[in-house]
């Protein structure tokens, strides 16, 4: 079985665009989740979506959205980007979520912005 | 204040030498505690997870232990690889709690030197 995929791995933006980060789940997930992690606060949760429903919110300001898909796949948006954002994008699946099973991590997309 | 703490921050280890990695948490009502391996540049990958009523578990070389009295679980490495070399964390999850709620340690980065 095939694990999480995350797209794009790499990106570099400057301050004030905006981008795109999609996650492909495992098969059969439906819990989509995603945090961000920076070298001075670990792992911090944004948020979780199940069956295209946002299901719960970390406290991040309103520039970071997202969305997910009939299929399970999920994007994550975050618009005019700060230089504190430059972080490594995680998003993990699993079959129930709400951290009531094992979650899976993807290898991460990591957002440097200028 | 950050309900998981672990301890050491950082350490080297000779190839081939055992160590042990700490977490100590204040989350209560306890559900289960999950230690993570986390590649450089990579995704957090699982290497166990312990419910209140286990003291102990293994996969492979790695043995986790966990004192749900004291609120203190251990992570013992033994005879050391080069690829341990990673970051470890230590994430424990309250009765409740979905994964918005989950408490992050900041993680104990493992260097196995030859």
């Known amino acids: 079985k095939a694990g999480v995929t995350q797209t794009p791995r790499y990106l570099i933006k400057t301050r004030g665009q905006q981008v795109t980060l999609s996650c492909s789940p495992i098969s059969g997930h439906r819990s989509v989740s995603w945090y961000q992690q920076t070298p001075g606060q670990g792992l911090q949760f944004l948020f979780e979506y199940f069956s295209e429903t946002q299901r719960n919110k970390g406290n991040f300001p309103g520039r970071f959205s997202g969305r997910q898909f009939s299929n399970s796949r999920s994007e994550m948006n975050v618009s005019t980007l700060e230089l504190g954002d430059s972080a490594l994008y995680l998003c993990?699946?699993?079959?129930?979520?709400?951290?009531?099973?094992?979650?899976?991590f993807g290898p991460g997309t990591r957002l440097t912005v200028l | 204040k950050n309900q998981v703490e672990q301890s050491p921050q950082s350490l080297i280890i000779l190839e081939g030498k055992n160590c042990t990695l700490q977490c100590n948490y204040t989350v209560s009502p306890f559900s289960n505690l999950r230690w993570y391996k986390q590649d450089t540049g990579r995704g957090p990958v699982s290497l166990t997870i312990?419910?209140?009523?286990?003291n102990t578990k293994s996969n492979g070389r790695y043995t986790a232990t966990l004192d749900a009295d004291t609120k203190q679980s251990s992570l013992h490495i033994t005879a050391s690889q080069l690829s341990d070399s990673a970051s470890y964390i230590c994430?424990?999850?309250?009765?409740?709690?979905?994964?918005?709620?989950?408490?992050f340690g900041a993680g104990t980065q493992v260097v196995v030197t030859p």
């Open positions: 993990a699946s699993s079959l129930k979520g709400q951290g009531m099973d094992e979650q899976f």
């Open positions: 994430v424990v999850k309250g009765r409740t709690d979905s994964w918005g709620k989950l408490q």
């Open positions: 312990m419910t209140f009523s286990e």
